[in-house]
């Protein structure tokens, strides 16, 4: 864990420990955010001690390469610097299951709601149960304190077990859409895992949720966001073909930039797509079918 202190001390970075600044917080060193921190003092961008991960409170999450490249601005000697530092390190990022699996109580077959909010976004329930998975959430399903009603149960698998899980709401007055699983109720964080990952081969197309997954099919994964962990990183380093396929928001497309960013360094080819769709999750028949010709063919 000391290799990225010495290495950052050897090229003459400030940094700060926990407890030395108060944006630095144990299992992180501190530093100053070359994209929005210079020059205001504030060590806002966190370096994971044990997964090399970087993340500012501010503009969020970066790759240690484009770090130490905005820093050496020399990028073959940033690439060397981030495949040393990380030797050893990403594939500790593979975390063990850490507790006992807790799912609502209560799951049952897909009822005719929730087939039908299914169906009204063109979705076939029975596949959608078959492939991934998915079941129905009525009125009486708890999981700890908490009371889940009307939801799909949307389970996240590695290796074919179910190891975390988030549900999606099928009430359309409901604002809080989905509700994931807490820590103490995934046996791995959702946030190190690729859903849909069980199902990918050569290739993958990277989207943001569950309902894009679902409309491209196996071979496509998703981050359950836009923000995405250096453990997916690692994982999708492994694909030697990777498609980007955000939503087509300003923002969302920034973030499949960095995610294209993060990857550059690893072998295989990287690509950002842009679709006309708002979101993959309701893309055309015949949009799916071209980036299925493009990537997954």
């Known amino acids: 864990m000391n290799d990225i ?31 929005c921190g210079e020059g205001t003092g504030k060590f806002g961008l966190g370096i994971n001690l044990r997964s090399l991960c970087c993340s500012c409170w501010k503009c969020g999450h970066h790759s240690l390469y484009a770090y130490l490249l905005e820093i050496t601005r020399v990028s073959h000697k940033a690439y060397q610097i981030a495949n040393d530092l990380k030797k050893g390190v990403l594939f ?24 039908h909010y299914l169906k009204e976004r063109r979705f076939n329930p029975d596949e959608i149960e078959r492939v991934w998975g998915v079941q129905g959430i009525s ?14 149960y949307i389970p996240i698998q590695q ?18 859409r989905y509700i994931n699983a807490k820590a103490e109720e995934e046996s791995i964080p959702k946030s190190e895992l690729l859903y849909g990952g069980d199902l990918a081969r050569h290739a993958v197309i990277v989207c943001e949720g569950p309902s894009d ?3 491209i099919g196996p071979g496509a994964v998703a981050t359950m966001g836009v923000s995405y962990s250096q453990a997916q990183v690692t994982k999708l380093s492994r ?8 939503d087509s928001d300003p923002k969302a497309q920034e973030r499949a930039r ?40």
């Open 92 to 115: 500790d990022t593979e975390v063990k299951a850490r507790t006992k699996l807790v799912i609502p109580f209560g799951l049952e077959p897909m009822s005719e709601s929730h087939k």
């Open 258 to 297: 960095q995610l294209r960013d993060a990857l550059l360094p690893f072998p295989g080819q990287t690509s950002v797509v842009t679709i006309d769709a708002e979101d993959p999750g309701s893309m055309s028949c015949h949009e799916v079918q071209l980036l299925h010709k493009e990537f997954l063919e």
């Open 5 to 35: 202190i010495n290495t950052l001390n050897e090229l003459g970075v400030d940094t700060r420990s926990p407890g030395e600044s108060p944006h630095v917080t144990a299992g992180w060193i501190g530093v100053m955010c070359p994209w």
């Open 213 to 215: 997954v679902w409309r």
């Open 139 to 152: 009125v009486f399903a708890t999981v700890g304190e908490r009371t889940l009603s009307w939801r799909l």
């Open 159 to 176: 290796n074919s077990d179910v190891v975390s899980w988030t549900t999606r709401s099928i009430n359309p007055d409901e604002k809080r």
């Open 239 to 246: 694909f030697p073909i990777r498609a980007i396929c955000f």
